[in-house]
């Protein structure tokens, strides 16, 4: 007869091989370099609630991981134990409860550590059956209790039929026992100690995974509407509109409905097998970049996710990564205009909750967003909006848009119990779907209202080739940190409801903030390094051989001079590049007696223009230096330190470059150092002065500066025009608005007359953007009578810019803004 212990391993281990035949598991961090196990030292497993399907599957995942196993005894000294313990275990027949229980073996371990000075290895498992998030007040619960279950054994049974195959087993890092235990007085304050340390462990490990607890839509409007705010903004809209309690309670009612998300996890997911297929239908997979940092983080903060925005899938591409990661898809403010039959239905079923484009004239409205914004924060949802507002048309980070950032800091400031974190997240495509729709709008066709057949068109483009979709998670920004920089006292407000003033100018630095970290965070991937070298050459086009060289050129200096570390580059070398780019369609070629000549048409260069824009700022700083020894031979490290201090602050604003003003002098000095390395400037010294020169003009180094020089040539051409205009006008003769206009005219004139093809170069909101900061930074200032005025530093500005634009595009600029002025003018005027 066998022994029991022999037939309950035997009985064990055959129910495990058949549990692992329905089974299947997604694991994280089962290597025992990542637990940093120690060989010589004892392992113990915990787990949160006592169940024989959990252990059969730890036991499964030890065997493959080659890790040591829960179900084998934990060392010689303790022959009869298992190496594993339970927090807590179900009680009663019918209506099952969890005890949170002290386990005798946690109890022997503790107070052998104490006794003997040596050391046992606690390593936390989590395993959840599937994403649901509890719900609160379900129908259920409100029967019974939130943390009774009808049927335990019975429960789990469904959920490992229901939920067996996405399983989910998470190995946390080694405690240490004695660590834990070392400053105890005693046995059962140390067993204490051990087991709140464990319990917060899983909590936190939960919610990271999984969100907090989820109400029903219906009990969440009915709560809304129940809060202090909105009651007293129900009342006042009844005096306002002089109509009934009930018909005002009825109207914040349906505003709440409008908004709130109706968050499901069987929509979500049936979106993630429909998305997997349609990412690798219509890309060629999703490349992620900096998630493991993420992962941490969400452990212990409220996560804002703020990504740019660049299509109508962004939406459902950040949440479909999010979930394959093991995290909670969060919800997503979309705008009203999303909110279409069938598409808004999946859309809210999948987090998002609906936002209007204003709520000026609505303080009821106003009330129940904020409302439904403060809910969603303090119960610790991760959240996600588009600091952009709305999409790029130009592939450039627009200017962030401050007022979800203004209602997430004032909610923070109602409730800051719990931390929360802004991650900046880069969203890149190597081709757009939408691509066709932007270049009309920005030829100036009206912007087409979003249908629900538009998903029939993009079904329709599943035959094209779409390239990959890359996403990487930014430098997160703690909050609490970011609001001690702006404003120390924040936490002593006696009014924290009310916008307190310094809440404008911190909210504008947090968008600043947040765009430069996006930026920060952006993919040079193979279709906008090519977008970048071909675009800078003469008609668009090169020589294969060239472009090659060009692209292995851009290549080295990055990686000698990484724009920053969150930054993700493509692994294709420079050959191979151009191969994909020309699978994509983006490129054509064209063979003659000399070789192979890679180029684009007019059309496709327009829209190649946005792929470039994508990582115009990594290239500005080199490219501003490249400026400046196409124009001459030789120049004095001094000189080209000043004229880069001077014009930083513009080029920072325009492109959300991430440096300061005091570190942009040691990044330039390490650009000009690398180009030194590579040969493309020379250095010399006299006196303890370094000057930089040139190489020949007639070197393949001369060609590769000319075309760098050429991605950031068009935003110094923008900023001279507006200095030509307001040197044209005089100093108190003209508007800012007049400016602007003046200046986005005279940039279409010249695009004309040059052949220039980037949509951006007469945007009026860069020319905005500009004039905005030359009143910031002291050059002009604003009369009573809204005039412009200026001093002599604007004569000296133009006097530099020798040193960058070559002579016939300053000529160019001077003469059409002599002639064009006053026509330009008139029509302001009239």
């Known amino acids: 007869m066998l022994k029991p212990i022999t037939l309950n391993r035997y009985v064990f281990h055959s129910l495990r091989k058949l549990l692992s035949t329905w089974v299947r598991t997604t694991v994280e961090n089962n290597s ?88 046992i290895q606690l390593v936390p498992v989590t395993i959840l059956w599937g994403r649901s998030p509890d719900k609160e007040q379900s129908a259920f619960k409100l029967l019974f209790d939130w943390n009774f279950s009808l049927g335990g054994r019975f429960s789990k049974f469904l959920a490992t039929l229901l939920h067996g195959r996405q399983t989910m087993v998470y190995f946390s890092p080694v405690l240490s026992l004695q660590e834990i235990v070392d400053d105890s007085d005693n046995l059962s304050r140390g067993v204490r100690k051990v087991n709140r340390i464990l319990r917060v462990h899983f909590r936190q490990k939960k919610a990271s995974v999984l969100g907090p607890d989820l109400s029903h839509r219906r009990q969440l409007v009915n709560t809304l509407i129940g809060t202090p705010k909105i009651q007293k903004a129900i009342a006042a809209e009844a005096a306002a509109q002089e109509i009934t309690l009930v018909e005002a309670e009825a109207k914040a009612r349906k505003y709440a409905n409008e908004i709130a998300s109706d968050f499901s996890m069987p929509a979500i997911r049936f979106l993630d097998i429909l998305l997997t297929w349609f990412w690798n239908k219509l890309y060629s997979g999703v490349k992620v970049s900096h998630v493991e940092p993420l992962k941490k983080l969400a452990q212990t903060h409220t996560v804002v996710y703020v990504p740019c925005h660049r299509s109508h899938i962004d939406y459902l591409l950040l949440s479909y990564v999010l979930f394959y990661e093991g995290l909670p898809p969060p919800h997503i403010a979309a705008g009203i205009n999303l909110n279409m039959p069938v598409v808004g239905t999946i859309l809210r079923k999948c987090g998002a909750f609906f936002m209007r484009r204003t709520f000026r004239g609505n303080p009821l409205y106003s009330t129940v967003f904020h409302e439904y914004m403060y809910t969603l924060t303090g119960k610790g949802f991760a959240t996600e909006y588009f600091i952009e507002g709305g999409r790029s048309r130009t592939g450039r980070t627009l200017t962030p848009k401050t007022g979800m950032l ?134 668009h086009a090169l020589g294969e051989e060239e472009l090659i060289r060009q692209l292995d050129a851009y290549t080295r200096l990055l990686s000698m001079v990484p724009y920053s570390d969150r930054t993700a ?88 470059l991430q440096w300061t003003e005091e570190e942009i002098e040691a990044v330039v000095q390490q650009w000009l150092d690398c180009m030194v390395d590579e040969g493309l400037i020379t250095c010399t010294e006299d006196n303890g002065e370094r000057y930089y020169h040139q190489p020949d003009p007639a070197s393949s180094e001369y060609i590769m500066l000319n075309v760098m020089s050429r991605a950031i040539m068009q935003t110094l051409e923008r900023f001279y025009m507006v200095i030509s205009l307001l040197l044209r006008n005089g100093s108190g003769n003209i508007e800012a608005e007049a400016l602007e206009h003046q200046s986005g005219v005279l940039a279409q004139r010249l695009s004309i007359i040059h052949g220039l093809n980037a949509p951006e170069f007469f945007d009026k909101a860069l020319f905005r953007s500009f004039i905005t900061q030359l009143q910031l930074h002291g050059v002009l200032n604003i009369t009573q009578t809204n005039k412009l005025v200026f001093d002599d530093n604007v004569q000296k500005v133009a006097n530099q810019a020798h040193m960058l634009l070559t002579t016939e595009i300053r000529h160019s600029i001077d003469q059409t803004s002599r002639h064009g002025v006053s026509n330009s003018s008139e029509t302001v005027a009239s």
């Open 32 to 119: 025992a370099q990542s637990l940093g196990l120690n060989p010589e030292k004892p392992v113990v497993y915990v787990m949160h609630q006592r169940s024989l399907t959990d252990l059969m599957v730890l036991e499964s995942e030890c065997i493959k991981a080659g890790l040591p196993r829960p179900y084998h005894t934990i060392d010689a000294s303790h022959p009869e134990s298992k190496a594993h313990f339970f927090l807590s275990q179900h009680e009663g027949l019918i209506l099952q409860r969890t005890r949170p229980e002290s386990p005798e073996l946690l109890e022997k371990l503790v107070s052998e550590v104490e006794s003997q000075q040596k050391d």
């Open 569 to 656: 580059m493509t692994e294709l070398d420079a050959r191979s590049m151009v191969h994909y780019v020309e699978k994509l369609q983006l490129v054509t070629r064209q063979t003659d007696a000399l070789g192979d000549i890679i180029s684009m048409d007019e059309k496709t260069a327009i829209s190649m223009t946005y792929y470039r824009n994508n990582v115009l700022h990594m290239f500005a700083i080199p490219s501003l230096i490249s400026c400046f020894f196409v124009n001459h031979a030789d120049i004095a490290g001094k000189d080209l330190l000043r004229i880069c201090r001077i014009l930083y602050p513009y080029l920072k604003a325009e492109l959300y």
């Open 406 to 539: 203004s209602i997430t800091v004032r909610s923070y400031l109602r409730d800051h119990r719990k931390p929360v974190a802004f991650v900046p997240v880069y969203i890149g495509y190597e081709k757009l779907l939408e691509m066709a729709s932007y270049l009309g709008e920005l030829r100036g066709e009206a912007k087409k209202k979003e249908s629900p057949f538009d998903i029939v068109r993009t079904l329709a483009a599943l035959r094209n080739e779409f390239g990959k979709a890359w996403i990487t998670f930014g430098e997160a920004i703690d909050l609490n940190h970011f609001l001690d920089q702006q404003a120390p006292h924040w936490r002593d407000s006696s009014l924290p409801e009310e916008k307190p003033e310094w809440l404008i100018k911190a909210t504008g630095n947090l968008g600043d903030l947040i765009a430069s970290k996006i930026n920060s965070a952006a993919v040079i991937n193979p279709v906008n390094l090519v977008a970048t070298a071909l675009l800078s050459s003469p008609r």
